[in-house]
């Protein structure tokens, strides 16, 4: 990637033109970093082993699937009666072992570009639909400039279960560009943005220069009539979709026996009269050899 291109050449010192945004989930990393967070509860006794399955599930359809509307919201209301009441403290103390399950499915070519942004003038920032703690987190970790996140009502320490600005997700997260433009003077119009999903089109949209990474399939379509760049780097996905064809075609195969070798009983019923025929005339001839012995036996007596 020639990261020179982004149009940061001639801009005032501490005053970049562009940014380089990040979604969080099958863009920076492989599968959900949601996933890991539930491991964590779990094994702190916030959940329980059925909701940790749950949560398994989601990621593995996710990775196949992408995200849809109603499941990104149902998420981001299980996860806000999860935390209600939880201390501040208590999740922060999470953050070992999430970072544990996120850190390794980070791909590498992914912080290779963030940081030839970096390198190249321009600030790089984390923007996902997760927690404004796991962005926080992570871009302290990753020495990124920033994260962006859906941030949680806080009250006395402890989180109140409820949000405490808009969801970043689809439009939410133009909001929260938005916000960031005024706060550091960034230009939406020379800056870059990488995602996977359909639902961060207006994401995609609000820069100069998108790119897709491990699209869904309307993002793949729209990313061939936009001409956008396209990365793809989650061979898992690519693994479990040759899986599940090959499943259907053994499911299919095995139909397929199963009808052939009804269809051949069938065919094999129609010559069973020749074939019981057979049997006789050899029974006959038998008794016929059976009867010559007898006769040459009696006349050797």
Not at 57 to 77: C, I, P, Q, W
Not at 156 to 182: C, I, S
Not at 240 to 263: D, F, P, Q
Request: proline share 4%; charged share 25%.
């Amino acid at each position: 990637m020639d990261a020179s291109a982004n149009g940061s050449s001639g801009s005032p010192p501490g005053r970049p033109r562009g940014a380089a945004f990040f979604d969080l989930d099958k863009t920076l990393m492989a599968g959900s970093s949601g996933v890991f967070f539930a491991r964590a509860a779990y094994e702190t006794g916030m959940i329980s082993r059925g909701r940790l399955v749950q949560d398994v599930y989601e990621n593995v359809r996710f990775r196949l699937l992408g995200s849809t509307d109603d499941r990104a919201d149902e998420v981001r209301k299980r996860v806000g009666e999860m935390i209600a009441g939880v201390r501040v403290r208590d999740l922060q103390r999470l953050s070992p072992r999430v970072l544990s399950g996120v850190l390794p499915r980070l791909y590498p070519q992914m912080l290779e570009r963030a940081y030839a942004h970096q390198d190249a003038g321009l600030p790089v920032y984390i923007l996902t639909a997760a927690s404004q703690e796991m962005a926080d987190l992570l871009a302290r970790v990753l020495a990124f400039d920033g994260g962006l996140g859906s941030r949680s009502e806080i009250v006395d320490g402890r989180y109140t279960g409820r949000p405490a600005g808009p969801f970043n997700y689809r439009e939410g997260k133009v909001l929260a560009m938005r916000e960031l433009v005024d706060q550091k003077g960034i230009e939406l119009d020379a800056s870059y943005a990488y995602s996977d999903s359909e639902s961060d089109l207006p994401m995609l949209r609000a820069v100069r220069h998108a790119v897709v990474v491990n699209p869904d399939a309307a993002l793949r379509r729209i990313a061939a009539e936009e001409g956008w760049e396209v990365v793809e780097l989650d061979r898992l996905r690519r693994r479990l979709k040759v899986l599940a064809a090959l499943g259907a075609g053994t499911a299919v195969a095995s139909v397929g026996r199963v009808v052939l070798g009804r269809g051949g009983s069938v065919r094999a019923g129609a010559p069973r009269p020749a074939s019981g025929g057979s049997r006789a005339t050899q029974s006959r001839a038998s008794a016929r050899r059976g009867g010559s012995s007898g006769s040459r036996c009696r006349r050797r007596r």
